[in-house]
């Protein structure tokens, strides 16, 4: 490991010269007023909302390779610096894959939150591109400080969050029945995105201990916190990826046909897939992205509902509620 202090100082610096030259590159890619995807190719789109490079050590082209594997046009690339939960990303490499396919990744950034320098480089990664923070995964609670920090900071630079919620011991952002809410009343800009086994627990009212299980099934039981908050805070987006997503959506078909109905404007697909083909190469034949496209392609007969889960969604929460029009 180098020096972290002259390291990190040292990196800052780096980044913060190179984004006075790199911002006037970037911004063209980064503005809100951009043709939709839509516009910019016939085809059908298909936004991921939660991919990661490094992913059972898949490649920038791996991932690229899946993406084109799963018709997946666009891709919000999420690091995870610190390497908590398994998967070490850092920005850098989530920017270096932004400046070699632009017109394919949608770059995030997401740093040691508990480092003194934490909200500095997020204003780097800012000027240099990025998009929005994520996945926000640390053995924090949410109401720690440092998590309230970063969430006020994407309010001010009007980003989106996402965020990895799993109680319990060694888990992540603990204490979302306690806290969210509190969260959501007070930061009305940035756009909150759910992730995870204890953000999708709360889909029913029902809701067992997390020692006990973060992949509850069986039958939903109505009026649980998701319905309730998403009803409550338009800025409040649902990320349908990974087991947990899945799980969550396959358990109860009935409630969940109602759950895409009445949410249907802030729920994102995504699939936290790490497989490198989309056909589940190295992960026993599971394809998440594939498995999930699908599965809504089944649950979701309207074809303008599709294409709001499927890339509208993200376009919404990539730019905020002034292009809802889009
Ligand atoms: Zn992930
Ligand atoms: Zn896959």
Same mark, same amino acid.
């Given at each position: 490991m180098p020096n972290t202090a002259s390291f990190s100082r040292r990196d800052f610096l780096a980044a913060s010269a190179f984004a006075c030259t790199a911002a006037a590159a970037t911004t063209r890619?980064?503005?809100? $007023?951009?043709? &939709?995807?839509?516009?910019?190719d016939g085809g059908p789109q298909l936004i991921d909302c939660h991919l990661h490079i490094n992913h059972y050590d898949r490649s920038i082209d791996d991932t690229i390779r899946h993406m084109d594997g799963t018709g997946t046009t666009q891709a919000f690339i999420l690091p995870l610096e610190t390497g908590e939960g398994g998967v070490t990303l850092k920005s850098e490499t989530v920017l270096h894959s932004f400046f070699q396919?632009?017109?394919?990744?949608? /770059?995030?950034?997401q740093t040691d939150i508990r480092r003194p320098d934490a909200l500095d480089?997020?204003?780097?990664?800012?000027? +240099?591109?990025?998009?929005?923070?994520?996945?926000?995964?640390?053995?924090? /609670?949410?109401?720690?400080k440092r998590v309230e920090a970063v969430i006020a900071l994407c309010d001010e630079l009007n980003w989106p969050i996402t965020i990895h919620f799993q109680d319990?011991?060694?888990?992540?952002?603990?204490?979302?029945?306690?806290h969210l809410e509190t969260y959501l009343k007070r930061y009305k800009q940035v756009r909150m995105i759910g992730h995870a086994q204890t953000w999708w627990a709360n889909i029913s009212a029902d809701v067992p201990p997390p020692e006990e299980s973060l992949y509850p099934t069986g039958p939903v039981k109505p009026g649980g916190l998701l319905d309730r908050l998403m009803g409550d805070y338009p800025n409040l987006y649902a990320d349908l990826s990974a087991g &947990?997503?899945?799980?969550?959506?396959?358990?109860?078909? $009935?409630?969940? %046909?109602? *759950?895409?109905?009445r949410h249907r404007k802030q729920i994102l697909f995504g699939s936290d897939c790490p497989c490198r083909d989309g056909k589940g190469e190295n992960f026993n034949g599971v394809c998440y992205s594939m498995q999930l496209q699908k599965f +809504?392609?089944?649950?979701?007969?309207?074809?303008? %509902? +599709?294409?709001?889960? *499927? *890339?509208?969604?993200?376009?919404?929460?990539?730019?905020?509620? +002034?292009?809802s029009s889009l």
């Amino acid at each position: 490991m180098p020096n972290t202090a002259s390291f990190s100082r040292r990196d800052f610096l780096a980044a913060s010269a190179f984004a006075c030259t790199a911002a006037a590159a970037t911004t063209r890619t980064a503005r809100a $007023d951009e043709p &939709s995807v839509e516009e910019q190719d016939g085809g059908p789109q298909l936004i991921d909302c939660h991919l990661h490079i490094n992913h059972y050590d898949r490649s920038i082209d791996d991932t690229i390779r899946h993406m084109d594997g799963t018709g997946t046009t666009q891709a919000f690339i999420l690091p995870l610096e610190t390497g908590e939960g398994g998967v070490t990303l850092k920005s850098e490499t989530v920017l270096h894959s932004f400046f070699q396919y632009p017109d394919r990744i949608i /770059p995030f950034c997401q740093t040691d939150i508990r480092r003194p320098d934490a909200l500095d480089r997020v204003r780097a990664y800012h000027l +240099l591109g990025c998009r929005g923070i994520g996945e926000q995964k640390e053995h924090l /609670p949410l109401g720690d400080k440092r998590v309230e920090a970063v969430i006020a900071l994407c309010d001010e630079l009007n980003w989106p969050i996402t965020i990895h919620f799993q109680d319990g011991a060694g888990g992540y952002n603990q204490g979302i029945a306690d806290h969210l809410e509190t969260y959501l009343k007070r930061y009305k800009q940035v756009r909150m995105i759910g992730h995870a086994q204890t953000w999708w627990a709360n889909i029913s009212a029902d809701v067992p201990p997390p020692e006990e299980s973060l992949y509850p099934t069986g039958p939903v039981k109505p009026g649980g916190l998701l319905d309730r908050l998403m009803g409550d805070y338009p800025n409040l987006y649902a990320d349908l990826s990974a087991g &947990s997503g899945f799980n969550a959506l396959s358990r109860d078909e $009935d409630f969940t %046909a109602g *759950f895409l109905e009445r949410h249907r404007k802030q729920i994102l697909f995504g699939s936290d897939c790490p497989c490198r083909d989309g056909k589940g190469e190295n992960f026993n034949g599971v394809c998440y992205s594939m498995q999930l496209q699908k599965f +809504l392609k089944r649950m979701i007969p309207d074809e303008a %509902a +599709l294409a709001d889960v *499927f *890339f509208k969604n993200a376009q919404r929460a990539l730019n905020g509620p +002034l292009e809802s029009s889009l």
